[in-house]
């Protein structure tokens, strides 16, 4: 079974602070995503990557970036925390694009 | 672009009865097509996916057909549990494209 892990599956953080989330996967994978859930919105990406140091924009890039080192391992930060941008993130990954996308257990960000 | 439309919820139905969310489409070309579960508190779970016209997905008693002459992904089973109280997500994976499309998300209540 594909297993996908996120660091913390809750976190409160201040507005300003610098915001780290982690997401692991272990099927060796090459691609890997993060989406946000907002009750009535549904979920949004925001970055994917496509391989180690590749990364591209998705729906809702703006105040967070991201970091793929190794293969296995892709973070989410956000630069400056906003009370905006709590909510539930989600990871995602999946072998090839045309493949399914298989979710991480999901942290639930507040900011306050 | 690519769109999902899916009931809006909330769901609510006693055990045994039977249960259909619909779900429709739009998109260019031959998509993939998923259903998603989200149980309360937890990520996404993928319950089942069709990849080609007139395809049948089942899981876990849950069965939904690729309908590509009415664009519809409609999810079915014939006798729900408490236990299937979830969110359930349709999603799409365009033709050459790396994005998971999703519908809002329906959430079902089944009541003992």
């Known amino acids: 079974d594909v297993k996908v892990t996120q660091s913390s599956r809750y976190l409160v953080k201040r507005t300003g602070e610098k915001v780290f989330l982690e997401c692991v996967q272990d099927m060796d994978h090459e691609n890997m995503f993060w989406y946000r859930q907002d009750p009535g919105l549904g979920l949004r990406l925001i970055y994917f990557?496509?391989?180690?140091?590749?990364?591209e924009k998705g729906d809702i890039p703006e105040g967070y970036s991201v970091s793929r080192e190794k293969k296995e391992r892709f973070s989410l930060i956000l630069e400056s925390a906003s009370t905006n941008q709590t909510s539930m993130y989600l990871c995602a990954s999946s072998l090839s694009f045309r493949e399914t996308q298989y979710f991480g257990p999901g942290t639930r960000l507040l900011v306050l | 672009g690519n769109s999902v439309t899916q009931m809006e919820g909330p769901v609510t139905l006693s055990e045994e009865a039977f249960l259909t969310i619909n779900c429709t489409y739009t998109?260019?070309?031959?998509?993939?097509l998923f259903w998603y579960v989200q149980y309360p508190g937890e990520g996404l779970q993928l319950l089942l996916k069709?990849?080609?016209?007139?395809d049948k997905g089942s899981n876990k008693g849950f069965e939904a057909t690729y309908r590509k002459e009415t664009t519809s992904f409609h999810l079915e089973k014939g006798s729900v549990q408490v236990s299937d109280s979830a969110v359930y997500f349709c999603a799409l994976l365009g033709a050459g494209s790396y994005q998971l499309t999703f519908g809002k998300g329906t959430k079902l209540s089944v009541i003992p």
């Open positions: 998109a260019t070309g031959y998509p993939s």
């Open positions: 990557s496509y391989d180690v140091k590749m990364k």
């Open positions: 069709a990849t080609k016209a007139d």
